[in-house]
């Protein structure tokens, strides 16, 4: 299925909103709230790659199939079933796995062949999505991995501590500010309360 104009992407992320768990890698210098959502199921991750590759410019754009190909060493057309040039012998390199082997009977299939031509067994990856897998399960966060509980207290306090320490002016704490996460903010005040 295609749409125009990114729609089937809009269409995937608001699908799996819901799923996985928050991701914000923003290097040390940005303060911002941009979230990413990823999938935790393999399955969704593979499907992310395909639909990206699928709406690459190079994808939509149809191109006429070559008929030879140019070797970069010497600039020599080549037939393009050659693995090497005659005139230089530089190596050609060997394109992508065109056959996918049955994991069943173990004969060859076509990379996008959805079942086995041989004894039918199917290629789609089977899982099972629970309730409980879909709800978030806390946050990676610039490397650090914050549980559930954690993450809701600093949702709560991190407007006000944010206030806070930008109006204090400090730019010691500004630089704490920009480092540590938000979502941080709840584990640090444990430490803090602890000594």
């Given at each position: 299925?295609?749409?125009?104009?990114?729609?089937?992407?809009?269409s995937?992320?608001?699908a799996?909103?819901?799923?996985?768990?928050?991701?914000?890698?923003?290097?040390?210098?940005?303060?911002?709230?941009?979230?990413?959502?990823?999938?935790?199921?393999?399955t969704?991750?593979?499907?992310?790659?395909r639909?990206?590759?699928?709406?690459?410019?190079?994808?939509?754009?149809?191109?006429?199939?070559?008929?030879?190909?140019?070797?970069?060493?010497?600039?020599?057309?080549c037939?393009?079933?050659?693995?090497?040039?005659?005139?230089c012998?530089?190596?050609?390199?060997?394109?992508?796995?065109?056959?996918?082997?049955?994991?069943?009977?173990?004969?060859?299939?076509p990379?996008?062949a959805?079942?086995?031509?041989?004894?039918?067994?199917?290629?789609?990856?089977?899982f099972?999505?629970?309730?409980?897998?879909?709800?978030?399960?806390?946050?990676?966060?610039?490397g650090?991995?914050?549980?559930?509980?954690?993450?809701?207290?600093?949702?709560?306090?991190?407007?006000?501590?944010?206030?806070?320490?930008?109006r204090?002016?400090?730019?010691?704490?500004?630089?704490?500010?920009?480092?540590?996460?938000d979502?941080?903010?709840?584990?640090?005040?444990?430490?803090?309360?602890?000594?």
């Amino acid at each position: 299925m295609r749409l125009p104009g990114g729609q089937m992407l809009q269409s995937i992320k608001s699908a799996i909103a819901a799923i996985g768990r928050v991701v914000r890698t923003a290097g040390h210098d940005d303060d911002t709230r941009a979230y990413v959502l990823m999938p935790s199921f393999e399955t969704f991750e593979v499907f992310t790659r395909r639909v990206e590759n699928d709406m690459s410019l190079a994808a939509r754009v149809p191109s006429g199939e070559p008929k030879s190909k140019r070797c970069p060493a010497c600039a020599r057309e080549c037939a393009l079933g050659e693995r090497s040039c005659a005139e230089c012998g530089h190596e050609f390199p060997v394109g992508p796995q065109r056959l996918k082997p049955c994991g069943g009977c173990g004969a060859l299939n076509p990379v996008t062949a959805t079942a086995c031509h041989a004894c039918g067994d199917s290629f789609a990856q089977n899982f099972t999505l629970t309730l409980d897998e879909a709800l978030r399960a806390g946050a990676i966060v610039r490397g650090m991995d914050i549980d559930e509980n954690e993450v809701l207290v600093a949702e709560e306090i991190a407007p006000a501590v944010r206030n806070l320490i930008l109006r204090s002016g400090d730019s010691k704490l500004v630089k704490i500010l920009q480092t540590l996460p938000d979502e941080s903010w709840a584990r640090l005040r444990k430490i803090l309360v602890a000594q």
